[in-house]
Structure formats: structure tokens, C-alpha cells
């Protein structure tokens, strides 16, 4: 059984950097069928996909992040990791791990993490 | 940037009646659509991919159609548990979701 698990601060201050981690069990990030990424969504809104990783490295981020996300794999801990530089209010949001391969079966999600950013 | 737009934000319909939620995308994505349920404080439950196909272990009750910028998802004999939000997501380059549509009880 593939689970996700993430884990993080909850609070963040302003113009800090978040740092999320996520700890993936009963399935190895060590191939490059499929990405894993991260998504958010603010309280009471939409979802949205902030960037994803192969195991290659090869990394893909939304351009609307500006360049603040960096996502980068453990291979060792069979973990990935999310950084968001200079955050503000609008970056309060559920933070989900995920790894979604557009087919029938890989398709999984985190529980997702409440990061508030508040001085 | 693909621009998934969903309607209607919110559509009230009574138990055992049938739902159909529509989508479109900014510009063609081909068959690679999915849809997903989710439910408060949960994550998002995957339904439909490839426009059409269901996960597994979805009900047959669940269905999906379209390609190219135009979808939809119909939800025949409605269930309680299948009042939530739903979201369209297309995945031909990268991701982008729709906004949401809330099904509620009518």
C-alpha cells in the first residue's frame, strides 16, 4: 500500500522560507516512470500544482511561483522535499505531496499540511 | 498556461437524480483530462483519466466524456456520498485544475 506522508512547521513568518517534507513508503522513488510533486490549496479554494521531480532530477515548477519553489528527492530516506522562498499570507494553503501518473493506478496523494504563514 | 474553466460553481440536485458538470480548457489537451472528488479534509480522490476511463474502484455511476477543450462529467442516480466538490484537471502539460464545482443536496 503506497502512502504519503508530509510534514512541516504549520507557521511560517513572512519573507521566511517554508520547508515541507514528504515521506513515500511501500513504493520506491528510485524510477523515472512517474513524477512527484507538490500541490496546495488555500482555505476554501482551488487546487494548484506548485512543481514536480523525476528521478532523473529533471524538475518542473509552476511559473506562476516566480522561481521561489525548489523541489529537490532523498533517495536514500525515499523522501522529496519542497522549499518556498519569501513567502507571504497568500502562501497559507493545505500543502499535499503528490505523484500522479494520468493512468488508472498511480495516482496518489499526501494527507496534506496546514501551512499558515503569520507573523 | 492551459486555463480550466468548470461550471457551474455550484449545482443543487436531489438524491437518485443525475448530475452533469461540465469543462473547458484554453486550448485543446487532447483526451488528458481527470476528474476528481474531494471532500472536506480530505485529499482529492481521483474518478476519471484519459476523459473517459474510470479509476479503480469507482462506481459505474461515474462518467466521463469528451476531448479536445470540451467535457463533461455525469454522475447518474446520485448517492449521498456523492455530495462534494468537484474538480477537472488536465495534465497534457503538467497540471492545472478547474476552480471547482460544489454538488450539494437539492
Known amino acids: 500500500q503506497v502512502q504519503l506522508q508530509e510534514s512541516g512547521p504549520g507557521l511560517v513568518k513572512p519573507s521566511e522560507t517554508l520547508s515541507l517534507t514528504c515521506t513515500v513508503s511501500?513504493?520506491?522513488?528510485?524510477?523515472?516512470?512517474?513524477?512527484w510533486g507538490w500541490i496546495r490549496q488555500p482555505p476554501g479554494k482551488g487546487l494548484e500544482w506548485i512543481g514536480s521531480?523525476?528521478?532523473?532530477?529533471?524538475?518542473f515548477y509552476n511559473p506562476s511561483l516566480k522561481s521561489r519553489a525548489t523541489i529537490s528527492l532523498d533517495t536514500s530516506k525515499n523522501q522529496l522535499s519542497l522549499k518556498l522562498s519569501s513567502v507571504t499570507a497568500a502562501d497559507t494553503a493545505v500543502y499535499y505531496c503528490?505523484?500522479?501518473?494520468?493512468?488508472?493506478?498511480?495516482?496518489?496523494w499526501g494527507q496534506g499540511t496546514l501551512i499558515t504563514v503569520s507573523s | 498556461e492551459i486555463v480550466m474553466t468548470q461550471s457551474p460553481g455550484t449545482l443543487s440536485v436531489s438524491p437518485g437524480e443525475r448530475a452533469t458538470l461540465s469543462c473547458r480548457a484554453s486550448?485543446?489537451?487532447?483526451?488528458?483530462l481527470a476528474w476528481y472528488q474531494q471532500k472536506a479534509g480530505q485529499a482529492p480522490r481521483l474518478l476519471i483519466y484519459?476523459?473517459?476511463s474510470r479509476a479503480t474502484g469507482i462506481p459505474a455511476r461515474f462518467s466521463g466524456s469528451g476531448s479536445g477543450t470540451e467535457f463533461t462529467l455525469t454522475i447518474n442516480s446520485l448517492q449521498s456520498e456523492d455530495f462534494a466538490v468537484y474538480y477537472c484537471?488536465?495534465?497534457?502539460?503538467?497540471?492545472?485544475f478547474g476552480q471547482g464545482t460544489k454538488l450539494e443536496i437539492k
Open positions: 484537471q488536465q495534465y497534457n502539460n503538467w497540471y492545472t
Open positions: 486550448q485543446s489537451i487532447s483526451s488528458n
Open positions: 484519459g476523459a473517459s
Open positions: 511501500g513504493y520506491s522513488i528510485n524510477n523515472n516512470k512517474y513524477p
Open positions: 521531480i523525476y528521478y532523473s532530477g529533471s524538475t
Open positions: 503528490a505523484s500522479l501518473g494520468g493512468d488508472c493506478c498511480h495516482d496518489y
